[in-house]
C-alpha cells in the first residue's frame, strides 16, 4: 500500500525559507509525476510544482523563482525548497504521485504539512 507522508512545515517569517520533505513507501511506477499543492482557507486546492520522471520541472507563476522541487530517487524523497516566501504561500501543502496518463486526483496524496508565513 503506498503512502505519503510531508514533513517540514511550521512557521516562519516574511522573506524566509523553508523545505518540504516528502517520503514514499510501498511501490510507485517509475512513471509517476510527483508533484506538491496547496490550499489556503477558503480557498481551492492549487497546483504549485511538479516533476516528471526525467527530472524535468513544471512551477505555477506564483513561485516560479522562488521555489524548487527536486526529488531523491534512490530514496524515493520528494523536496520542496521554499525561498523568500509571502504571507500569501500560506497554505496546507500536499505532495501527490499520479500517473502521467491520469490525473492528479486520482493518484495518491499525503496528509498534508501547515506553512504559515507570517509578515
Known amino acids: 500500500q503506498v503512502q505519503l507522508v510531508e514533513s517540514g512545515g511550521g512557521s516562519v517569517q516574511a522573506g524566509g525559507s523553508v523545505t518540504l520533505t516528502c517520503a514514499a513507501s510501498g511501490w510507485i511506477a517509475r512513471s509517476y509525476r510527483r508533484g506538491w499543492f496547496r490550499q489556503a482557507p477558503g480557498t481551492e486546492r492549487e497546483w504549485v510544482a511538479s516533476i516528471d520522471r526525467d527530472g524535468g520541472t513544471s512551477y505555477a507563476d506564483s513561485v516560479r523563482g522562488r521555489f524548487t522541487t527536486s526529488k531523491d530517487n534512490a530514496n524515493d524523497i520528494l523536496y520542496l525548497q521554499m525561498n523568500n516566501l509571502e504571507p500569501e504561500d500560506t497554505a496546507i501543502y500536499y505532495c501527490?504521485?499520479?500517473?502521467?496518463?491520469?490525473?492528479?486526483?486520482?493518484?495518491?496524496w499525503g496528509q498534508g504539512t501547515q506553512v504559515t508565513v507570517s509578515s
Open positions: 501527490a504521485a499520479w500517473s502521467p496518463q491520469g490525473t492528479s486526483e486520482l493518484g495518491y
